[in-house]
């Protein structure tokens, strides 16, 4: 169940959050660079602590690409999630349009017989299907909308959890540094988790990826039943008058 | 042309002539709420495929509302076209008798 406060407050851990990973890897920077060239680090450790820092600033960027992408759709759910009852409100009009003007229900049935009435009659059939395919497709839409809205929640959460992962790392790497002696020991478990959180990263886009593909043909599908023949004669609402 | 005669009520039909009006009004409304349910435009990111799709998919269902829309106006029409046709007809039928006893 999409919830939008639990979204919003999603957003703002993340929003909080991402600086702080840019922070502390300006830290890790400035401290690795330091002890590496302190006198007592010896040249082949000074070498590793760099190529550690370096490699670990490379999945900062990684990281930070990856976050620019997926926060540009982040008011995306909420609109989803709005729209979601919108459409629910154009499935109401639509079904009630399809009821009153279903011929059994329209008030002329019984009382205007005769070879007028029937051509009515026939010519009008075909008006209470459309409304009625409008109102499927508004629903299925809904529904595709909602799915999409509740997946975006899920997935938001879980990047706020990969991005305190990766904090997590970050810290990890800079107590190395600040250890001094276990500094290439630490900056290498920091790698290590910090390479795990933006795999994870990267499985997450893939997953939310397919999803939102899945829900893109199902709505395409939506798309076609607007055009298809049978509620819709070429592709067009049903002519009934000739006037 | 069955010729097996006709009933008819024309306030029968003036009335339903009325609900069509009120029908079409109603997919003329459809129109107007689907429209602003366009996703495209703003940033999708992630989204962008779904939104891709919404759009078309808004595009079809405010052009069929369109369409019912004007067809139901046009079906209101037809029914009160109908119903004068009716009273004129009587009209004239009744006038031919009273000429011949007036």
Redesign the interface.
Known sequence: MFNPSQFHETVQRINTKVPDVQHKASQIDIASVKLANEWFIPEPVARLIIWLKDELIKLVEELMNMMTQVMEGIEAPITMWEDAYKWETVRGIATSVAADVNPSSLGSTGQWTGDAATAYTNAIGPQSTAAAQLATIADSTASSLRSCAEAGLAFYIAVALVVAQFIAAEITAAAGDASVVAAPAGLAAGLAAAATAVGVFVGLVAAIGTLIGTEASQVSTLHGLAVDSTAFPSGRWPVATNI | ??G??????VD??Y??AG??N??GY??S??KA??M??R?GG?????????????D??VQ??A???S??S???Y??A???R??ANGYETHETATAQSFNTLHG
């Open positions: 042309m069955s097996q005669g006709y009933t008819v009520t029968t039909l009335k339903e609900t069509w009120d029908e109603k997919l409304t459809i709420d689907v602003p349910l996703m703003v940033p999708a990111g992630i989204f962008e495929p779904l939104a891709s799709s919404i078309a998919l079809s269902m052009d069929r509302a369409e019912g004007d067809e139901m046009r079906i029409g037809a029914l076209m109908t």
